[in-house]
């Protein structure tokens, strides 16, 4: 029916990532099996190559509102359940770095990941996986803003059969 939703009893996670440079509106959509998230989403500014927002969630209520959190943030990593931030690390430079000195970073990092797992996340680093999977460079499928990559054919594919 041209709708992607999330399949939560299968493990199959709606994935999006949505284009923050130019304000395009661009928003490529796909999906994703093996988080084992139950409830919430997560979103990130940190995305390779091009650094988009990645999010992926139960409910595009749910993403909505991570992905809203990043922006607050001016970049960085959310966590949220019920349309609450459960755990955020602030990335405002370029969306990339932190202004925190190491130690906070770090709590903020463990904080994060906690919050995830309590989500039923079973990934030991869930930021890290999602980043590479925006990475249209590494094969096979990655998503990107313009729409899901095959990367084998060098050509952006339909996420529906015909």
């Known amino acids: ?20 440079h130019h304000a395009s509106g661009r928003i490529g959509l796909g999906l994703v099996r093996g988080l084992g998230l139950n409830r919430g989403a ?3 500014s940190v995305a390779h190559d091009s650094h988009n927002v990645i999010a992926v969630g139960v409910s595009d209520e749910e993403i ?4 809203e959190e990043v922006r607050l943030m001016g970049g960085g990593l959310a966590v949220v359940c019920n349309k609450v931030t459960l755990a ?13 000195p190491l130690e906070t970073l770090v709590k903020q990092l463990k ?28 094969p096979e499928l990655k998503l ?11 050509e952006i594919v339909s996420l529906f059969s015909e």
């Open 144 to 154: 990107t803003d313009k729409g899901l990559v095959d990367v084998s054919r060098f």
């Open 64 to 67: 909505f509102t991570a992905v």
């Open 111 to 138: 904080s994060i990941k906690k919050a995830a797992s309590k989500l039923g996340c079973i990934i030991e680093e869930p930021f890290m996986m999602l980043s590479f999977l925006a990475l249209p460079v590494i």
């Open 42 to 44: 997560m979103a990130s």
């Open 1 to 20: 029916n041209g709708f992607v939703t999330s399949d939560i009893e299968s493990d199959i996670l709606k994935l999006c990532v949505v284009e923050r």
């Open 88 to 100: 955020k690390t602030p990335l405002p430079i370029a969306g990339l770095m932190s202004k925190e």
